[in-house]
């Protein structure tokens, strides 16, 4: 009998082609490798200069998502690009895609999308695989029960002439979600709140295994939503042991094994949850029975709150470099010490981004929003992750929905997730947003995020205020 394992360990294991040494990181071999418009212009510049080819063109898939556009198509069906270095970028990706003979889901085709909807859509993201892109939320995939993270450009370079990347072994931190979630209260509220208790830095060094009865219950998109925010808990990823609900999520989907090879699949997929008595280096745990909506006050994910809460004051912060963060912190935000966050007035309401913009999230979204109005002086982005999203969405009559209550339906993309494209939050401007990241500056410059789930977002959207979305469920 060999020993238990977790399902890091067998994952690492199954596709390290040398261990580490003191001396080495360990040589692992990469499944599948996604890349954008934005951290790979280099990696294919470093390849021409050095004359190598992409070692596993047929494991390796492109799409355009950061600098692209989200408004709607022409009369011609062609969404407009604008903006002079988004051409160039979307360009260069278009001429290095057809050179290295990489398969690219191009701006406004029926499979673009933002690069961490699109795996797990067309079914490349599978349980086991080891998973790698230039983009710190490669972590999504994890849910499938693959080791997934994100990489820096030079590495991006490197998997593409190798399709293998030296990596250090991280520890594992068991993540225990027990408990029933009430209704109102969805899995951007687990993750927001576990990156509340154990902070921004609380799984360095880690990848993070979420477990327990709360976890189990979770579709694939809303497992999906947690292992996104892996990374804001400082975790290098996230990862679900694979079950019933993640096979029938993968069963059918384009690039799925099919048949004979499927059923082979399972029985390996089937063998990768951890093992009794397998141990962890570390744990954390979360109550769900407990849980409301949460929301964020500050410029990390960690300075998030219960909706009904109030602001932290300087009085409760444990040390004097966490009282200058929330000092620093609310005076950007513009926001009081010791105030309850219900009722704050807002500008803008982003539904979308890699965290948030599945059709679970846009139906969630369009429940809340039927029969109502977005509030007077509120501007509502809903925006798909992709446009195969969309394209289900509006197939429901989702964006009807959206659009009688005043609401924008856009393109494909990241959109207002970061200001790298024409959807930013106006300076000193309030926005509730179902993204993952409320930095300073991140959804433009001078803009204050609120992170919030999608039913948080849309009853904000339709009072023009902070909301408890269990009041108008
Ligand atoms: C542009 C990209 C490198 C970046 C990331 O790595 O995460 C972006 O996706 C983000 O969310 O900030
Ligand atoms: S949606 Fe946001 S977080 Fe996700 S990849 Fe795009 S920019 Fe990054």
């Not at 399902?7 to 040494?21: D, I, N, S």
């Not at 406004?108 to 490349?124: A, R």
């Not at 979770?218 to 993640?246: Q, V």
């Amino acid at each position: 009998m060999t020993s238990p394992k977790t399902l890091f360990e067998k994952v690492w294991e199954a596709h390290q082609v040398r261990p580490e040494t003191d001396a080495t990181p360990a040589v692992l071999y990469i499944d599948l490798h996604l890349i954008h418009e934005v951290t790979s212009p280099q990696a294919f510049t470093e390849l021409r200069q050095r004359g190598l080819k992409v070692r596993r063109p047929d494991h390796t898939m492109a799409t355009m998502d950061h600098s692209t556009p989200t408004t709607p198509r022409n009369s011609d069906g062609i969404i407009p690009v604008l903006d002079p270095q988004a051409i160039a970028q979307l360009d260069q990706l278009r001429t290095n895609c057809a050179e290295f003979g990489i398969p690219l889901f191009d701006l406004g085709t029926e499979n673009q999308g933002i690069v961490h909807v699109i795996g797990p859509e067309q079914g490349v993201t599978q349980p086991g695989m080891t998973i790698v892109c230039g983009d710190s939320h490669t972590s999504t995939h994890g849910a499938f029960g693959a080791l997934a993270f994100g990489i820096g450009t030079s590495e991006v370079g490197h998997v593409l002439a190798t399709q293998c990347l030296l990596q250090r072994k991280p520890k594992t931190c068991a993540v225990r979600v027990d408990g029933r979630l009430q209704a109102g209260v969805t899995s951007k509220d687990i993750i927001l709140a576990l990156i509340a208790k154990y902070g921004v830095g609380g799984g360095t060094g880690y990848v993070f295994e979420y477990m327990g009865e709360a976890i189990r219950a979770l579709s694939m998109e809303e497992r999906m939503t947690i292992c996104n925010m892996s990374i804001e808990g400082g975790a290098r990823a996230g990862m679900i042991a694979p079950d019933e609900t993640t096979f029938q999520y993968v069963a059918g989907r384009r690039f799925a094994p099919k048949g004979a090879d499927f059923e082979a699949a399972l029985a390996r997929w089937r063998a990768l949850p951890t093992d009794e008595g397998a141990s962890f280096d570390h744990e954390m745990s979360l109550d769900a029975n407990s849980l409301e909506p949460m929301i964020t006050y500050g410029t990390t994910p960690g300075m998030g709150i219960p909706i009904t809460g109030a602001i932290p004051r300087l009085s409760d912060m444990p040390d004097a470099s966490s009282r200058v963060a929330l000092e620093k912190a609310l005076d950007y935000m513009g926001l009081e010490a010791g105030k309850p966050i219900l009722g704050q007035p807002i500008d803008v309401v982003f539904i979308g981004s890699c965290t948030n913009s599945r059709i679970n999230d846009l139906r969630q979204a369009a429940e809340l929003f039927k029969g109502r109005s977005v509030a007077e002086g509120v501007r509502v982005m809903v925006v798909p992750g992709s446009q195969q999203v969309k394209k289900q969405a509006e197939a429901e009559g989702l964006d009807a929905i959206f659009k009688a209550a005043g609401a924008e339906w856009r393109e494909a993309g990241c959109s207002a997730c970061l200001a790298m494209n024409d959807d930013k939050v106006p300076p000193g401007k309030y926005a509730v947003s179902t993204s993952n990241r409320n930095f300073v500056g991140r959804q433009g410059p001078g803009s204050r995020s609120l992170l919030a789930s999608p039913l948080t977002a849309a009853a904000a959207a339709i009072t023009g205020r902070v909301t408890d979305p269990r009041t108008m469920l």
